[in-house]
């Protein structure tokens, strides 16, 4: 291969790191290798307009080393000159990560020195994130509203049982039987108006006669 060729300027570097991306699966670059890597830059320079017409015999390599690094350019299929720097450029950029499959490699183990690296677009999440938020919001609104609820059956059955408690407190006091001096003593019935005999005087015995 020539050291160098004309139409330098559209020239591109490429350095890749095969072992360092696959370790003990690296494999070895070879004249295969290279065939692949032209094919895909010819593949990705059909992709843009007006160089349909673009083939693999377009796509010349030099300086090829043994730490896998070298140069490309890109012929024009009617002429004799190599495409402007530009067009290689944006059609690199397109297709970066189906050259870096091909290779199995990424953007910091296959890179292209003069071509800036393809951001990859942020992925959307599968649900919107509006129907998240109004999910949490409306699981929020029904847990509130159950606990009202509960509340509020819990208060009812308090003041159901506070007068039925008072009114068997009562009672038992009504029906105590107090013992004076050995004597026992009904105590007086209010509600009746029951007297107790034993704290009845003679003279309130007497009386009814």
């Excluded at 992709?47 to 017409?53: D, H, I, Q, S, Y």
């Excluded at 024009?76 to 970066?96: C, F, G, W």
Aim: some cysteine; overall charge neutral.
């Amino acid at each position: 291969m020539a050291k160098m060729f004309k139409g330098a300027e559209n020239a591109f570097k490429v350095r890749l790191s095969i072992r360092t991306a696959l370790g003990d699966k690296a494999y070895a670059w070879d004249t295969n290798e290279e065939y692949l890597f032209k094919a895909m830059v010819a593949f990705s320079m059909r992709k843009v307009a007006n160089r349909e017409k673009t083939e693999i015999s377009h796509v010349l390599l030099c300086n090829v080393t043994q730490r896998v690094s070298f140069w490309f350019v890109v012929t024009d299929p009617s002429e004799k000159h190599t495409l402007p720097a530009v067009e290689v450029q944006e059609a690199i950029r397109m297709n970066r990560n189906r050259i870096n499959n091909a290779f199995f490699l990424n953007d910091q183990t296959l890179e292209f020195l003069k071509i800036p690296s393809t951001l990859i677009p942020p992925t959307d999440p599968p649900v919107p994130i509006w129907i998240i938020i109004f999910g949490v919001i409306f699981c929020i609104v029904i847990v509130a509203i159950i606990l009202l609820i509960l509340s509020g059956i819990r208060q009812r059955r308090r003041k159901d049982k506070g007068p039925s408690e008072v009114d068997d407190t009562e009672d038992k006091c009504e029906n105590t039987i107090t013992i004076e001096n050995g004597i026992p003593c009904d105590p007086l019935d209010t509600k009746g108006g029951h007297v107790n005999d034993a704290f009845m005087t003679e003279d309130e015995r007497l009386t009814p006669l």
